[in-house]
């Protein structure tokens, strides 16, 4: 990504594809390089390199010189050791400690633009009650009166409203870098468990989509699962070295192309009490995998284990190493 040929990697299920795709190593996801079909796809991916640096020289960095991650240590001198008690940076294993669960929210949750989508999904969280357990930002919908370029949902969000503006570290109707820069740390330390918004272009197609914003709870060394992405999403994830949750939370998409799981949640909407769809007048808009299913595996996550968030903790810290040791460089070089 950023890098000219080759930058933009698309992903198909049939074996053909994964034939013609690059050379893998044994155990390794296969992807297939594709043409600028998308520009859009080549802009978000000057951000993964825009981060990757910032992640790199970060003065968090959990990197040491004695470290031999994929593509080797990228620093001569460590910013700080994962084991220094001054560093700001966040352990995720602290986030589920049990002296500090009191202090923890289950969710993050990073709206960013009020679109639509967004919008509908957590006024639907804030209905029943998730948000209560989740720190989570967005900027103020017209529905609320707030100046967002992006449509309302021309609906009354009744007391949804009463909830913004809903910053944290950042105003995210004003601050135009939000793409360019990591939240702030504490966020991670006060949460388990990020709920990424992703991108698709096209629902007929299941075509990778990564923006920048995948990166940020892995710099955060945070578990998390992806709302709005193309059913290979994570299968790419897998392809630039990182390893997702799918052992432990469900992911969201099985087997399910995106027509599929739309028409699962049209379904499930139909099947619904009358007084369900009271609350659905207006016209519902659809995010992967489906609010039915997203409200299941949200409420899967609220009562995982100590073992399970342990296992996720783990994970999540090989993420982050793998961001910031040099690992993703290599994948990307």
Not at 6 to 34: C, F, H, K, Y
Request: hydrophobic share 30%.
């Amino acid at each position: 990504p950023g890098r000219g040929e080759g930058a933009i990697m698309e992903n198909r299920a049939d074996s053909a594809g994964a034939e013609e795709g690059t050379v893998a190593q044994e155990g390794e996801e296969r992807l297939t390089p594709a043409p600028y079909s998308h520009p859009a796809q080549a802009f978000w991916n000057n951000y993964w390199w825009m981060l990757l640096l910032k992640a790199e020289k970060h003065p968090a960095n959990v990197c040491r010189t004695s470290s031999r991650h994929e593509g080797g240590p990228i620093h001569s001198e460590p910013s700080s050791s994962p084991s220094s008690s001054s560093s700001s940076f966040p352990s995720s294993s602290s986030s589920a400690n049990s002296s500090v669960t009191a202090e923890v929210s289950t969710f993050l949750i990073l709206g960013g633009d009020a679109r639509p989508v967004r919008v509908d999904l957590l006024w639907s969280l804030h209905r029943a009650n998730y948000l209560k357990d989740a720190r989570w930002s967005l900027q103020t919908p017209k529905d609320c009166g707030g100046e967002s370029p992006f449509p309302p949902l021309d609906v009354d969000l009744g007391d949804f409203c009463k909830e913004f503006p809903r910053n944290l570290d950042i105003d995210v109707g004003n601050f135009e870098d939000k793409d360019k820069s990591f939240p702030d740390t504490s966020l991670y330390r006060t949460t388990r468990l990020s709920v990424v918004f992703e991108s698709v272009l096209n629902e007929v197609e299941d075509r990778v989509f990564l923006t920048e914003k995948v990166l940020k709870p892995i710099f955060g060394g945070h578990p998390f699962i992806l709302l709005g992405a193309g059913r290979y999403a994570y299968k790419a994830l897998r392809a630039f070295g990182f390893e997702t949750f799918g052992r432990v939370i469900d992911e969201g998409f099985g087997d399910m192309n995106l027509e599929d799981l739309k028409q699962q949640e049209e379904e499930e909407n139909d099947r619904s009490s009358p007084s369900h769809k009271h609350h659905h007048q207006h016209q519902q808009q659809f995010i992967s995998p489906g609010k039915s299913r997203i409200f299941r595996m949200l409420s899967a996550i609220q009562r995982l284990e100590k073992a399970d968030w342990e296992m996720l903790e783990r994970i999540a810290d090989k993420n982050r190493e793998h961001l910031m040791c040099g690992g993703v460089r290599h994948r990307l070089q």
